[in-house]
C-alpha cells in the first residue's frame, strides 16, 4: 500500500487511473472495515486514497464512490496525520463542487466532522477543514446553507485572530466563499466579532491577507441591516478603507472602493431627516480625506478610475470630482 501510495504520489494519472481501475481503492475501503489495524496501516491508507482523489482531470464518481464511508471513519481517527490526509482528499473530491461528490460528502454526513475540525489546535488540519469548507460553500447557495451554522462561525474567531498568516487567510477565504452569494444570517458575523476581526485584519495585518478579508466586508456590506453597517463606521473602518486605497495592490484598492461605497451608501441613512449631507462625506472631506480620490481618478487601471468616478459623482461636491 506504500508504495501504491508513491506511485500515485507522482502525479502520473494513467497510473492513478490504472491503480484504480485494478480496484485498489476497493481492496483498502473494504480492508478498513475489518479488524482494527495499527495506526500506521490507517495513516497508510489515508494517505493512498488522498493520492488517488486527487489531480485533473479528476476521477469520476462511480470510480472512487467507496472512498467517502472510509473517509467518514478516518476523519474521526485521533491521529493528526489521518486526520491532515483525510481532509486532504475532501479537498480534492470538493474542488469544483463537483455534484456527485459533495452528494457523496453530505449523504455520509461528513460536514458536521469537517466543520468540528476548523477548531482544531493543529493549524494544518484547521486550514484544511476550512477549504474543504469554502469549496462546499462556494457551489451554490443551497450548500452554504448546509454549511452556516452556529459551530462554523464559532470556530471562525480562533482562525481570524490565529498568530499563523496562513490560517488566518484561509479564514477569510472560506468566509468569503460563504458570502459570495449572498448571506443572510448576518447576526453570525456580529454575534461572534466576527466583524471586528475582519476589519483588524484590513487595518493591520499583511496586504495578501487584507484583500480576501477586506472583499468579505465588502460581501458583508452589501446585504447586512443599517444597525449592523454602523458597527463597523463605530469601529473606524472608513478611514482604513481610506488608508488602504493608497495600496499599490489593485485588487485590495478595488475591494476598499467597492466595501467604501456600500459604507457611504449606509451613511446615507445616518443621522436626522433633516440633514442636507452624509456625515460620513462630511466627516472626509473635514479632514482632507477625499484627496485619495484625485489621486485614484488617474490610476492605470481603468476599472478603478471608473470606480472613483461613481462613487464621487454620488457622494461628493462635483467641483472636484475631475
Known amino acids: 500500500m506504500w508504495c501504491l501510495a508513491n506511485i500515485c504520489g507522482e502525479n502520473n494519472l494513467k497510473l492513478r487511473d490504472e491503480i484504480i481501475e485494478q480496484g485498489v481503492l476497493n481492496l483498502?475501503?473494504?480492508?478498513?472495515?475489518?479488524?482494527?489495524?495499527?495506526?500506521?496501516?490507517?495513516?497508510?491508507?489515508?494517505?493512498?486514497?488522498?493520492n488517488l482523489v486527487r489531480g485533473t482531470p479528476y476521477p469520476s464518481y462511480d470510480k472512487i464512490e467507496k472512498c467517502f464511508s472510509a473517509l467518514t471513519h478516518l476523519i474521526d481517527y485521533k491521529d493528526n496525520t489521518i486526520q491532515q490526509h483525510t481532509l486532504l482528499s475532501l479537498i480534492f473530491l470538493s474542488e469544483e463542487a463537483r455534484d456527485d461528490n459533495i452528494k457523496g460528502i453530505m449523504d455520509?454526513?461528513?460536514?458536521?466532522?469537517?466543520?468540528?475540525?476548523?477548531?482544531?489546535?493543529?493549524?494544518?488540519?484547521?486550514?484544511?477543514?476550512?477549504?474543504?469548507?469554502?469549496?462546499?460553500?462556494?457551489g451554490s447557495k443551497y450548500l452554504t446553507h448546509n454549511l452556516c451554522g452556529h459551530e462554523l462561525f464559532?470556530?471562525?474567531?480562533?482562525?481570524?485572530?490565529?498568530?499563523?498568516p496562513l490560517l488566518r487567510k484561509e479564514a477569510c477565504n472560506t468566509l468569503g466563499n460563504i458570502l459570495i452569494d449572498g448571506f443572510d444570517d448576518h447576526d453570525y458575523i456580529t454575534d461572534f466579532d466576527i466583524l471586528y476581526n475582519?476589519?483588524?485584519?484590513?487595518q493591520h495585518d499583511q496586504e495578501e491577507i487584507k484583500v480576501p478579508a477586506t472583499y468579505c466586508l465588502f460581501k458583508f456590506l452589501q446585504g447586512c441591516p443599517q444597525e449592523d453597517a454602523l458597527k463597523s463606521i463605530d469601529r473606524g473602518v472608513v478611514v482604513i478603507l481610506l488608508n488602504n486605497l493608497?495600496?499599490?495592490?489593485?485588487?485590495?484598492?478595488?475591494?476598499?472602493?467597492?466595501?467604501?461605497?456600500?459604507?457611504?451608501?449606509?451613511?446615507?441613512?445616518?443621522g436626522s431627516q433633516d440633514q442636507q449631507i452624509n456625515p460620513l462625506v462630511w466627516e472626509i472631506v473635514q479632514n482632507n480625506l477625499?484627496?485619495?480620490?484625485e489621486e485614484l481618478h488617474q490610476h492605470?487601471?481603468?476599472?478603478?478610475?471608473?470606480?472613483?468616478?461613481?462613487?464621487?459623482?454620488?457622494?461628493?461636491?462635483?467641483?472636484?470630482?475631475?
Open 246 to 270: 493608497r495600496s499599490l495592490n489593485t485588487t485590495l484598492v478595488d475591494y476598499s472602493l467597492q466595501a467604501l461605497y456600500k459604507i457611504l451608501e449606509h451613511g446615507d441613512n445616518v
Open 154 to 164: 464559532k470556530s471562525l474567531p480562533r482562525a481570524l485572530t490565529s498568530l499563523n
Open 198 to 202: 475582519l476589519i483588524d485584519i484590513i
Open 108 to 138: 455520509n454526513s461528513l460536514i458536521p466532522k469537517i466543520l468540528n475540525h476548523i477548531g482544531n489546535e493543529d493549524d494544518k488540519i484547521s486550514i484544511n477543514a476550512l477549504k474543504v469548507t469554502g469549496n462546499i460553500a462556494k
Open 290 to 293: 477625499h484627496l485619495v480620490f
Open 28 to 50: 483498502v475501503v473494504r480492508e478498513l472495515c475489518k479488524t482494527p489495524k495499527k495506526v500506521l496501516y490507517y495513516r497508510t491508507a489515508a494517505w493512498l486514497i488522498s
Open 300 to 322: 492605470q487601471d481603468d476599472n478603478i478610475s471608473l470606480k472613483v468616478e461613481v462613487l464621487v459623482k454620488k457622494f461628493f461636491n462635483t467641483e472636484w470630482q475631475n
